[in-house]
């Protein structure tokens, strides 16, 4: 008889109790956060063409929303804004009337401190433009003019009462700028989520229609290229200096070895953003019987806690949570 294989690797996946045993990663819905888009002037959901099973959210819909999130035991949820009317500026932005602010009102009244309450902070709903920021006299996208702006976000969402900012406008300082506002104004106590590893991405695309909003141009200037990873850590680097209490890589399928790398370093927690172009993907996918729905959303998920995210913000967030407190596990 043979010797060999000593090493034999797959004596540890031979049935599911010794593969579950020594599963490396795992999900908990804790670890979960559902993005949701809050339009102002409906009275009922309106799904989204390109993101089967999203919808854009009236403000009355939040509090049911809140309370199915408690029940999943998910981390948070993050709220967009979709505004009747945008300008140059983005005034919608740092009105406390402003959809983004009442939603943010009405979601931590009906949290009362069981969830938390994230908002993103950007202007790109409210310009428009549709740019990140505003336009300086030739075009461009002016970073300290938009800093200005995005502090008096930051202390309109701290007002309204979120709990954790969702920095995502990739101007250079920006998170020193809103540290530096909220602390000003007594809220120290404000989380900030630094989307550090922004990327100039593709999979954006169904975002766009999700909160209506038609881009002149590309966002190249601000986001990051594809092609750089040490940017990418560089940038997460910075934003921890500046105050950052959480950094974000985004989108994450993509950008693994971004994540893994950021995750290496990070003196703060790490998460990743699985973007409405990954949902979509494997939702037409999935519809067309290409691939398994359940099995490649659980894959996908893993996939990112494997490479070092400890929160992760999906589309998914809910059902997945169903999932797990049923005890499935997600491969
Ligand atoms: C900026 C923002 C975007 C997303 C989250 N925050 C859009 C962008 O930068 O182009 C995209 C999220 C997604 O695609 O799911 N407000």
Known sequence: M?????????RLRQNPVLRRLVAESDLTPRRLVL???????IDAAQPIASMPGVAQHPLEAVPVLVEQAVSAGIGGIMLFGVPEVRDAVGSGATDPAGILNRAIAVAARAAAGRITVQADLCLDEFTDHGHCGVLAAD?????DATLEIYARMALAQADAGADILGLSGMMDGQVAACRAALDAAGRSDVVILAY??????????P??????STLTGDRRTYQLDAANGREGRNEALADIDE???IVMVKPAGPYLDVLADVAGVSSVPVWAYQVS?????IELAAAAGVIDRERAIGESLIGIRRAGAEAILTYWAIEVAGWLNEGRSLT
């Open 2 to 10: 043979t010797a060999y294989p000593v090493r034999r690797l797959r």
């Open 35 to 41: 993005p949701v888009f809050v339009k102002e002037g």
């Open 139 to 143: 075009g461009s996208v002016d970073n």
């Open 196 to 205: 550090s590893a922004k990327y100039a991405s593709a999979f954006y695309g």
């Open 207 to 212: 975002f766009r229609d999700a909160v209506e």
């Open 243 to 245: 105050g950052a209490d």
């Open 277 to 281: 172009g990954e949902y979509a993907m």
